[in-house]
Structures are given as structure tokens and as C-alpha cells.
């Protein structure tokens, strides 16, 4: 049972830059398909980005493709999301999410139930 714990929301201007991390207290974290989700005030979960076992292939929301980045590190059982370029319309609530499957679809990776373990979330706010 893998538990996950983000850090590194805070407030930053338009244009600014943040990194999330999310640390799993797994020694399996390898095994782990990695994700991010948001949610904005008022608003339901979105997908933010993912990434496989070996940190080779990424997904990401079209709203954040090219500002956002996905990483991790299995040596310290830790996956990133480095944020440039802020927006204001990016303040939300950031979770980080990990799935055990070994089967899958492409399409399951950017729903909110393939992922089984959740972190409590960081709050990131844009301001402009």
C-alpha cells in the first residue's frame, strides 16, 4: 500500500515557475504508473500529466503541454511536475496519483479511476 505525500505548492506571478513533488513511502515505487490531477476551486478533478515505470513515456492535458513537465526518480521513490510559464487559470488544488496495473489502455491513464493510491494534494495559486 503505497502512500504519497506532495509538497511544493505555494503562490507565484503570471509567468512564474513551481515544482511539485510527490514522495511515496513504497519501496515498489518503481512499479507505479505516476499521475497528476487538478482541481480548481468550483470545479471537478482533471488530468494534468503521467508517466510510466521506466520515466519514458509522458502524457499530458492540452491546456499544459509544452509549460508543464513530468518526471520522477526511482532511486528516491519521488515524481515531479515542474510548472513554467503559470498561468492564473493553472490555481487549482495538485494531486498526485499512482497506479499499479500492469494491463492497461492508453485511454485509462487519463482517468481519474485507474489510479488507486492518492496524495492529499498542494494548493498552487497564480496570481496576475
Known amino acids: 500500500q503505497v502512500h504519497l505525500v506532495e509538497s511544493g505548492g505555494g503562490l507565484v506571478q503570471a509567468g512564474g515557475s513551481l515544482r511539485l513533488s510527490c514522495a511515496a513511502s513504497d519501496v515498489s515505487f518503481s512499479n507505479y504508473i505516476m499521475g497528476w490531477f487538478r482541481q480548481a476551486p468550483g470545479k471537478g478533478r482533471e488530468f494534468v500529466a503521467a508517466?510510466?515505470?521506466?520515466?519514458?513515456?509522458?502524457h499530458y492535458a492540452d491546456s499544459v503541454r509544452g509549460r508543464l513537465t513530468i518526471s520522477r526518480d526511482n532511486a528516491k521513490s519521488v515524481a515531479y511536475l515542474q510548472m513554467n510559464t503559470l498561468r492564473p487559470e493553472d490555481t487549482a488544488v495538485y494531486f498526485c496519483?499512482?497506479?499499479?496495473?500492469?494491463?492497461?489502455?492508453?485511454?485509462?491513464?487519463?482517468?481519474?479511476?485507474?489510479?488507486?493510491?492518492w496524495g492529499q494534494g498542494t494548493q498552487v495559486t497564480v496570481s496576475s
Open positions: 496519483a499512482a497506479a499499479d496495473k500492469t494491463l492497461y489502455e492508453a485511454n485509462e491513464i487519463y482517468e481519474l479511476n485507474f489510479y488507486r493510491h
Open positions: 508517466i510510466d515505470w521506466q520515466g519514458v513515456g509522458t
